[in-house]
């Protein structure tokens, strides 16, 4: 299995349990393995306050190409 989103790319978190700590853009900064359910890994960091956090592969989304341009 190979990780859908790349190095530097810039997320959203599109997971029902981070709506109510944050909503902004985050840029991919590691790849990381499989957990336990076989689900691909994530550290993502908040492009404004840089604070970061683990996510699964279903936790995450791409932002829009005209977005990533725009920074946000």
Do not use: C, W
Request: charged share 20%; hydrophobic share 35%.
């Amino acid at each position: 299995m190979s990780h859908k989103f790349t190095m530097g790319q810039l997320v959203h978190a599109a997971a029902a349990h981070f709506a109510d700590r944050t909503s902004g853009t985050y840029e991919i900064v590691r790849l990381m393995p499989e957990n336990s359910s076989g689900e691909l890994g994530y550290r993502i960091r908040d492009t404004l306050s840089g604070t970061q956090r683990a996510v699964g592969e279903s936790e995450i989304r791409a932002v829009a190409a005209k977005q990533a341009r725009q920074g946000h």
